[in-house]
Protein backbone atom coordinates (compact mmCIF):
# COMPACT_ATOMS: atom_id res chain seq x y z
CA UNK A 1 0.00 0.00 0.00
CA UNK A 2 1.34 3.54 -1.05
CA UNK A 3 2.21 5.59 2.02
CA UNK A 4 1.81 2.56 4.21
CA UNK A 5 4.82 3.39 6.83
CA UNK A 6 4.10 7.06 6.48
CA UNK A 7 0.73 6.41 8.05
CA UNK A 8 1.98 4.27 10.73
CA UNK A 9 4.37 6.97 11.74
CA UNK A 10 1.38 9.58 12.02
CA UNK A 11 -0.84 7.48 13.98
CA UNK A 12 1.78 6.86 16.31
CA UNK A 13 2.40 10.89 16.60
CA UNK A 14 -1.22 11.23 16.52
CA UNK A 15 -1.42 9.10 19.78
CA UNK A 16 1.23 10.88 21.41
CA UNK A 17 -0.25 13.61 21.33
CA UNK A 18 -3.49 12.60 22.77
CA UNK A 19 -1.98 10.52 25.52
CA UNK A 20 0.10 13.26 26.37
CA UNK A 21 -2.78 15.46 26.52
CA UNK A 22 -5.38 13.26 28.87
CA UNK A 23 -2.49 12.12 31.05
CA UNK A 24 -1.60 16.14 31.73
CA UNK A 25 -5.27 17.05 31.86
CA UNK A 26 -6.32 14.76 34.21
CA UNK A 27 -3.29 15.48 36.12
CA UNK A 28 -4.95 19.40 36.31
CA UNK A 29 -2.81 20.89 33.95
CA UNK A 30 -4.00 23.86 31.00
CA UNK A 31 -3.63 23.87 27.55
CA UNK A 32 -2.29 27.22 26.56
CA UNK A 33 -2.58 27.96 22.81
CA UNK A 34 1.45 28.61 20.97
CA UNK A 35 2.75 31.79 20.82
CA UNK A 36 4.71 32.04 17.58
CA UNK A 37 5.71 35.50 17.50
CA UNK A 38 7.31 37.63 20.74
CA UNK A 39 9.36 40.96 21.54
CA UNK A 40 11.36 38.56 23.31
CA UNK A 41 12.31 34.85 23.30
CA UNK A 42 14.99 31.94 24.12
CA UNK A 43 18.51 32.64 24.09
CA UNK A 44 19.96 29.66 23.42
CA UNK A 45 23.32 28.69 23.87
CA UNK A 46 23.95 26.85 21.03
CA UNK A 47 25.02 27.81 17.70
CA UNK A 48 21.38 29.24 15.92
CA UNK A 49 20.96 32.18 13.82
CA UNK A 50 17.94 34.17 15.12
CA UNK A 51 14.78 34.59 12.90
CA UNK A 52 13.06 38.02 13.25
CA UNK A 53 10.47 38.95 11.35
CA UNK A 54 9.31 43.17 11.04
CA UNK A 55 5.51 44.07 11.52
CA UNK A 56 4.07 47.20 12.72
CA UNK A 57 7.46 48.91 13.22
CA UNK A 58 8.20 46.25 15.71
CA UNK A 59 10.87 43.31 15.72
CA UNK A 60 9.54 39.74 16.65
CA UNK A 61 11.49 37.03 17.26
CA UNK A 62 10.16 33.53 15.85
CA UNK A 63 10.01 31.25 18.97
CA UNK A 64 12.66 29.29 19.83
CA UNK A 65 11.12 28.14 23.00
CA UNK A 66 8.14 29.62 25.19
CA UNK A 67 9.77 29.97 28.29
CA UNK A 68 9.14 33.32 29.24
CA UNK A 69 5.46 33.21 28.46
CA UNK A 70 5.68 29.86 30.44
CA UNK A 71 7.24 31.53 33.66
CA UNK A 72 4.38 34.38 32.85
CA UNK A 73 1.65 31.92 32.30
CA UNK A 74 1.86 30.46 35.89
CA UNK A 75 1.19 33.72 37.14
CA UNK A 76 -2.48 32.60 35.94
CA UNK A 77 -2.78 29.19 36.12
CA UNK A 78 -0.84 26.86 38.58
CA UNK A 79 0.14 23.91 35.48
CA UNK A 80 0.29 24.96 32.28
CA UNK A 81 1.32 22.83 28.78
CA UNK A 82 1.58 23.64 24.75
CA UNK A 83 2.26 22.29 21.87
CA UNK A 84 4.44 24.78 20.94
CA UNK A 85 6.04 24.85 17.19
CA UNK A 86 9.54 26.31 17.72
CA UNK A 87 11.75 27.60 15.03
CA UNK A 88 15.73 27.13 15.24
CA UNK A 89 18.01 28.03 12.22
CA UNK A 90 20.83 25.43 12.87
CA UNK A 91 23.49 24.75 10.87
CA UNK A 92 23.05 22.95 7.43
CA UNK A 93 25.29 20.54 8.98
CA UNK A 94 22.97 19.43 11.80
CA UNK A 95 20.39 18.12 8.82
CA UNK A 96 22.44 14.78 9.02
CA UNK A 97 22.23 14.25 13.08
CA UNK A 98 19.12 12.57 12.44
CA UNK A 99 18.15 14.18 15.66
CA UNK A 100 17.49 17.92 14.13
CA UNK A 101 14.47 20.27 12.15
CA UNK A 102 14.65 23.49 12.39
CA UNK A 103 11.26 23.77 12.96
CA UNK A 104 9.80 21.37 15.49
CA UNK A 105 7.14 21.28 17.81
CA UNK A 106 7.98 20.72 21.96
CA UNK A 107 5.49 19.76 24.52
CA UNK A 108 6.61 22.47 26.83
CA UNK A 109 5.24 22.45 30.55
CA UNK A 110 5.65 24.27 33.67
CA UNK A 111 4.33 24.28 37.32
CA UNK A 112 4.26 27.06 39.57
CA UNK A 113 5.95 26.44 42.71
CA UNK A 114 7.24 23.12 41.97
CA UNK A 115 10.70 21.78 42.61
CA UNK A 116 13.23 19.90 40.21
CA UNK A 117 12.23 16.49 41.86
CA UNK A 118 8.56 17.27 41.28
CA UNK A 119 8.72 17.86 37.80
CA UNK A 120 11.22 15.01 36.92
CA UNK A 121 8.90 12.84 38.63
CA UNK A 122 6.17 14.25 36.00
CA UNK A 123 8.07 13.99 33.39
CA UNK A 124 8.75 9.81 34.09
CA UNK A 125 5.15 9.22 34.81
CA UNK A 126 4.32 11.24 31.49
CA UNK A 127 6.64 9.38 29.57
CA UNK A 128 5.76 5.68 30.97
CA UNK A 129 2.43 6.63 30.43
CA UNK A 130 2.32 8.23 26.81
CA UNK A 131 5.01 4.49 26.20
CA UNK A 132 1.59 2.32 27.55
CA UNK A 133 -0.77 4.07 25.28
CA UNK A 134 1.42 3.92 22.63
CA UNK A 135 2.11 0.40 23.08
CA UNK A 136 -1.56 -0.37 23.43
CA UNK A 137 -2.98 1.63 20.56
CA UNK A 138 -0.11 1.55 17.48
CA UNK A 139 -0.01 -2.69 18.05
CA UNK A 140 -0.42 -2.86 14.50
CA UNK A 141 1.86 -0.02 13.12
CA UNK A 142 4.86 -0.60 15.92
CA UNK A 143 4.68 -4.47 14.07
CA UNK A 144 5.12 -3.35 10.72
CA UNK A 145 7.86 -0.85 11.49
CA UNK A 146 9.90 -3.79 13.06
CA UNK A 147 9.72 -1.74 16.76
CA UNK A 148 9.83 -3.73 19.61
CA UNK A 149 9.25 -0.51 21.99
CA UNK A 150 11.87 -1.64 25.55
CA UNK A 151 10.07 -1.65 28.85
CA UNK A 152 11.40 0.78 31.40
CA UNK A 153 11.03 1.61 35.62
CA UNK A 154 10.61 4.68 36.95
CA UNK A 155 12.90 6.49 38.86
CA UNK A 156 15.24 6.31 36.05
CA UNK A 157 19.28 6.84 36.90
CA UNK A 158 20.75 9.76 37.34
CA UNK A 159 24.23 11.21 36.88
CA UNK A 160 25.70 14.85 37.38
CA UNK A 161 26.97 16.57 34.14
CA UNK A 162 30.54 17.14 35.46
CA UNK A 163 30.47 12.75 36.38
CA UNK A 164 29.09 12.33 32.69
CA UNK A 165 31.88 14.32 31.28
CA UNK A 166 34.45 12.73 33.52
CA UNK A 167 33.66 9.43 32.81
CA UNK A 168 32.72 9.47 28.90
CA UNK A 169 34.22 12.87 27.68
CA UNK A 170 33.05 15.56 25.69
CA UNK A 171 30.65 13.63 23.68
CA UNK A 172 29.29 11.77 26.89
CA UNK A 173 25.57 12.58 25.49
CA UNK A 174 25.55 10.18 22.84
CA UNK A 175 27.96 7.68 24.27
CA UNK A 176 25.59 7.52 27.04
CA UNK A 177 22.42 7.38 25.06
CA UNK A 178 24.28 4.49 23.10
CA UNK A 179 25.30 2.93 26.28
CA UNK A 180 21.91 2.74 28.49
CA UNK A 181 19.47 0.62 28.48
CA UNK A 182 16.71 3.22 30.13
CA UNK A 183 16.18 6.27 29.90
CA UNK A 184 19.05 8.50 31.80
CA UNK A 185 18.50 11.94 33.89
CA UNK A 186 21.74 14.23 33.45
CA UNK A 187 21.38 16.73 36.45
CA UNK A 188 23.25 19.57 37.84
CA UNK A 189 24.42 21.32 34.64
CA UNK A 190 27.43 24.02 35.40
CA UNK A 191 25.66 27.60 35.23
CA UNK A 192 27.98 28.47 32.53
CA UNK A 193 26.43 25.94 29.74
CA UNK A 194 23.14 26.79 30.07
CA UNK A 195 20.64 29.69 30.01
CA UNK A 196 20.24 32.55 32.47
CA UNK A 197 16.54 31.57 33.21
CA UNK A 198 18.26 27.97 34.88
CA UNK A 199 17.84 28.82 39.13
CA UNK A 200 21.03 28.78 40.68
CA UNK A 201 21.42 25.92 43.60
CA UNK A 202 21.82 28.08 46.14
CA UNK A 203 23.69 25.84 48.33
CA UNK A 204 25.89 25.23 45.53
CA UNK A 205 26.89 28.24 43.51
CA UNK A 206 27.81 27.77 39.96
CA UNK A 207 25.28 24.46 39.99
CA UNK A 208 22.27 24.62 38.45
CA UNK A 209 18.91 23.03 39.65
CA UNK A 210 18.42 21.69 36.12
CA UNK A 211 18.37 18.47 33.98
CA UNK A 212 17.90 16.98 30.53
CA UNK A 213 16.72 13.14 30.05
CA UNK A 214 18.46 10.80 27.22
CA UNK A 215 16.84 8.23 25.72
CA UNK A 216 18.61 4.85 25.24
CA UNK A 217 19.70 3.29 22.31
CA UNK A 218 21.34 6.29 20.83
CA UNK A 219 18.11 7.97 20.67
CA UNK A 220 19.81 10.99 22.40
CA UNK A 221 18.23 13.88 24.19
CA UNK A 222 14.30 13.69 25.02
CA UNK A 223 13.86 16.44 27.15
CA UNK A 224 15.54 19.35 29.14
CA UNK A 225 14.53 22.09 31.73
CA UNK A 226 14.75 22.66 35.60
CA UNK A 227 13.48 25.40 38.04
CA UNK A 228 13.48 28.68 36.50
CA UNK A 229 15.09 32.13 38.21
CA UNK A 230 12.41 34.55 38.69
CA UNK A 231 13.73 37.16 40.61
CA UNK A 232 14.48 40.62 39.07
CA UNK A 233 17.88 41.49 40.15
CA UNK A 234 18.89 37.38 40.04
CA UNK A 235 18.00 37.49 36.28
CA UNK A 236 19.53 40.65 35.54
CA UNK A 237 22.64 39.24 36.98
CA UNK A 238 22.56 36.06 34.74
CA UNK A 239 21.96 38.13 31.48
CA UNK A 240 24.89 39.91 32.27
CA UNK A 241 27.19 36.96 33.34
CA UNK A 242 26.01 35.56 29.88
CA UNK A 243 26.90 38.57 27.78
CA UNK A 244 23.69 39.03 26.40
CA UNK A 245 22.22 42.85 26.95
CA UNK A 246 19.77 43.87 28.94
CA UNK A 247 18.23 46.10 27.24
CA UNK A 248 16.87 42.94 24.59
CA UNK A 249 15.11 41.12 27.66
CA UNK A 250 13.45 44.56 29.10
CA UNK A 251 9.99 42.87 28.93
CA UNK A 252 11.28 40.19 30.40
CA UNK A 253 12.64 42.42 33.40
CA UNK A 254 9.97 44.12 33.39
CA UNK A 255 7.04 41.46 34.31
CA UNK A 256 9.67 39.80 36.94
CA UNK A 257 9.91 43.46 38.66
CA UNK A 258 5.60 43.08 38.89
CA UNK A 259 6.19 39.36 40.26
CA UNK A 260 6.86 36.16 38.27
CA UNK A 261 6.64 33.43 40.31
CA UNK A 262 8.77 30.49 40.97
CA UNK A 263 8.81 27.29 39.13
CA UNK A 264 10.16 24.81 37.26
CA UNK A 265 9.36 23.04 33.91
CA UNK A 266 10.45 21.36 30.91
CA UNK A 267 10.02 20.89 26.94
CA UNK A 268 9.82 17.36 25.63
CA UNK A 269 10.57 17.04 22.02
CA UNK A 270 7.31 15.42 19.83
CA UNK A 271 9.62 14.64 17.11
CA UNK A 272 12.61 13.09 18.70
CA UNK A 273 10.11 10.95 21.21
CA UNK A 274 7.98 9.82 17.75
CA UNK A 275 11.62 8.83 16.70
CA UNK A 276 12.14 6.62 19.64
CA UNK A 277 8.74 5.20 19.86
CA UNK A 278 8.79 4.17 16.17
CA UNK A 279 12.46 3.59 16.00
CA UNK A 280 13.10 6.02 13.22
CA UNK A 281 16.59 6.73 11.65
CA UNK A 282 15.95 10.31 11.39
CA UNK A 283 13.30 12.92 12.73
CA UNK A 284 12.45 14.35 9.08
CA UNK A 285 10.30 10.81 8.90
CA UNK A 286 8.42 11.50 11.94
CA UNK A 287 6.80 15.13 9.67
CA UNK A 288 4.47 14.83 6.21
CA UNK A 289 6.56 18.27 5.80
CA UNK A 290 9.73 18.40 7.54
CA UNK A 291 11.94 21.42 7.54
CA UNK A 292 15.63 19.69 7.54
CA UNK A 293 18.66 22.41 8.11
CA UNK A 294 20.06 22.56 4.79
CA UNK A 295 17.65 20.18 3.01
CA UNK A 296 15.40 22.10 0.23
CA UNK A 297 11.38 21.40 1.26
CA UNK A 298 8.92 19.34 -0.95
CA UNK A 299 6.25 21.75 0.15
N1 LIG B 1 11.56 23.99 26.98
C1 LIG B 1 12.80 24.10 27.71
C2 LIG B 1 12.52 24.29 29.18
O1 LIG B 1 11.39 24.26 29.58
C3 LIG B 1 13.62 25.22 27.21
C4 LIG B 1 14.13 24.98 25.80
O2 LIG B 1 13.52 24.38 24.98
N2 LIG B 1 15.29 25.51 25.51
O3 LIG B 1 13.46 24.44 29.94
Not at 27 to 41: K, R, S
Not at 93 to 101: A, K, S
Not at 174 to 201: G, H, K
Not at 204 to 219: E, F, I, W
Amino acid sequence: MAYEREAAILKVTSEVLGAAREFLVCEGFVELLPVILAPVTDPLRHNTDRAIIQAYGERWHLTRSMIFHKQAAVRVCDKIFSFSPNIRLEPPERGQTGRHLFEFVQLDLEVRNATRDDVMDLGERLLLHIMEKVRERCRKELEFLGRKLPSFRAPFPRITYTEARHRYGEDFEERLSAEMETPIWIVDFPIEVREFYDREDPTRPGVLLDMDLLYPQGYGEALSGGEREHRQDRILSRIKFQGLDPEAYASLLSLAGEGIPPSAGFGIGIERLVRFLAGLRHVAETRLFPRVPGVPAVL
